[in-house]
């Protein structure tokens, strides 16, 4: 008996740490999985997936989830996110489409448009009205005024020579020597009435003021109060910016393309939806100095003084035409370094990516050489948000699975 109850005891003792290794085995396993597992993605890097909620390692920005079990190509968008994303679509036919060669260009200064104010007589200025370039000036606007010894002696001479006039108005010649003397005050800017002012008053006035003589910006400024300045020396030089010269160079194999007289059109930099026609007024036949370049030029007016001189600005030249090409605005066509696509809507609020190829383009349209037929209906305004928004709902990007679906 006592011999059984031993070998019971080291059966026991033997097992035992077995069994407990055993249930702490089990217990240690995770939990099945009930669900399936949710997926996280980057907006901006598709090829970022993981199974776990965080950020991602090329931009930092937070991933997002999306289902990949989901293979459906297409994007449904209700009323409201239609109008919130500004979709819209035209259906695509075939019509002409003209190329253009583009010409880089700046704005200049129109020398038409400025005027150098100089000094009417000898004298020192005594007061500049203007002291500073930048200014704006409006025509009749005092500028400056000088005093002047020479003038206040043509005075003098004047009413000398109309006091003899009116003492013998017989004599034609006291009268004549009267009107050469009332001539040399005119030919100093003195008015009508400022003239009319001397004879009442008797008195010389050897202080002149001057007006502006047409609108415009201070440039330049060349004298300071104070300062002597002779007969027709410069004061200051107003520019006109309501028109501006446009020069762009071009290469003289280009110049065929383009004649004197043509009309084309201008891009100013942050205006291109704005752009302008302009007539070419000037061809340079000579080469500029140091290059192999000519230069062209023309004219285009400049509203509310909206552009300056120096800014750059785009010369589109009309070099060839398609006709019966289908196609479609710029921004329709969505590139990256994949490919390119446009977005159908294959029924209401339901929009596809599609890979396109593109032939000719122009500064507005681009020709749909394949991956379109007429009567598609394209996105032509909020491509990118849809090509956004797939990348957030699917975790893919639209082209691979354009690519995909028409294959």
Not at 13 to 40: M, N, S, Y
Not at 137 to 145: A, I
Not at 316 to 329: I, M, Q
Not at 357 to 376: F, R
């Amino acid at each position: 008996m006592e011999r059984k109850h031993f070998l019971r005891n080291i059966m026991l003792v033997t097992v035992a740490p077995a069994v407990l290794l055993a249930a702490c085995k089990e217990t240690g396993k995770p939990a099945a999985q009930t669900g399936p597992q949710q997926t996280f993605t980057c907006p901006m890097h598709p090829q970022i997936v993981q199974n776990k909620p965080g950020t991602c390692p090329i931009c930092a920005m937070d991933l997002v989830p999306f289902d990949k079990n989901n293979k459906d190509h297409s994007l449904t968008l209700d009323n409201s996110q239609i109008a919130l994303a500004n979709i819209t679509t035209m259906t695509i036919g075939a019509g002409n489409l003209a190329g253009f060669k583009q010409l880089n260009g700046r704005l200049a200064i129109d020398p038409e448009k400025t005027n150098v104010i100089s000094s009417r007589v000898p004298g020192r200025v005594e007061v500049l009205y203007v002291r500073e370039t930048g200014v704006k000036v409006t025509k009749g606007q005092p500028l400056y005024r000088i005093y002047s010894e020479q003038l206040a002696a043509l005075q003098q001479e004047y009413l000398l020579a109309a006091a003899q006039a009116r003492q013998f108005p017989e004599d034609a010649r006291f009268a004549q020597i009267e009107k050469g003397a009332r001539q040399k005050l005119t030919l100093y800017d003195q008015s009508d009435a400022a003239i009319q002012q001397l004879l009442q008053s008797g008195k010389v006035n050897p202080y002149v003021t001057y007006p502006a003589t047409q609108s415009g910006i201070v440039s330049e400024l060349s004298v300071t109060e104070g300062q002597y300045v002779a007969e027709g020396g410069p004061v200051m030089r107003l520019e006109g910016y309501q028109q501006l010269w446009v020069e762009a160079d071009l290469y003289p194999a280009e110049a065929e393309a383009v004649k004197p007289g043509q009309t084309v059109k201008v891009m100013v930099a942050g205006w291109e939806q704005e752009p302008q026609q302009m007539t070419v007024q000037f061809i340079n036949p000579a080469l500029q100095s140091g290059s192999q370049l000519m230069q062209l030029r023309g004219t285009i007016p400049n509203p509310d003084n909206r552009w300056q001189p120096g800014q750059q600005a785009s010369i589109l030249l009309p070099v060839k035409s398609k006709n019966d090409v289908l196609t479609l605005p710029v921004d329709a066509v969505i590139r990256d370094g994949k490919g390119t696509h446009v977005w159908i809507e294959k029924s209401k609020g339901k929009f596809e990516p599609r890979m396109v190829t593109t032939g000719m383009e122009n500064y507005d349209a681009v020709e749909i050489a394949d991956g379109l037929a007429a009567g598609d209906k394209v996105v032509v305004t909020g491509a990118y948000l849809l090509y956004s928004e797939y990348i957030l709902k699917k975790g893919a990007d639209p082209l691979a699975a354009a690519a995909g679906h028409q294959h």
